[in-house]
């Protein structure tokens, strides 16, 4: 008597190996995408923040009321935010946001500030960083 191969538990085997590392790998794509995501609205943000400092320079109230909008300009994309207003990144918050205001240009920078993403957290001390030279609104 001749026995045929069995073969029928060999693709079950094969499919849930190659599950296990297609899962890892989406996993580790969208990992990347967020954490590029929520970089690029970060960098964004800091941009605004830089740019709204050099155009506000020239007639500040005070030198803490400057930087307390610039800070609230970069966490909440509003200088005078609202009081449930989001942050632009999950977990920034204004003592995140380190304003420079010098006389010729306004620099903003992140400092401590860890971006948690799925599956690990991205530290991002002095980055982004943005320097805007003063214009203080003189053409206007």
């Known amino acids: 008597m001749t026995r045929k191969p069995t073969r029928a ?10 599950l296990v590392l297609l899962s890892g790998v989406f996993a580790g794509v969208f990992q990347i995408g967020y954490t590029f995501y929520n970089y690029n609205a970060l960098v964004s943000a800091v941009r605004a923040g830089a740019r709204y400092a050099s155009l ?14 610039v800070k609230n300009m970069v966490v909440y994309g509003d200088p005078a ?26 620099s903003v920078t992140l400092r401590g500030f860890e971006l948690e993403t799925v599956f690990a957290k991205v530290k ?4 982004p960083a ?3 030279p003063v214009t203080g609104g003189a053409e206007q």
């Not at 506000?56 to 909008?69: G, I, K, L, R, Y």
């Not at 991002?124 to 980055?127: A, C």
Request: hydrophobic fraction near 40%.
């Open 9 to 18: 538990g060999s693709a079950l085997i094969e499919f849930a190996g190659s």
């Open 56 to 69: 506000e320079q020239a007639n500040p109230a005070s030198d803490a009321e400057a930087a307390q909008a």
């Open 81 to 106: 935010p609202v009081g449930n207003a989001k942050p632009v990144a999950p977990g920034l918050t204004p003592s995140h946001v380190e304003v420079t205001l010098a006389p010729k240009s306004a």
């Open 124 to 127: 991002l001390d002095g980055r």
């Open 130 to 132: 943005v320097t805007f």
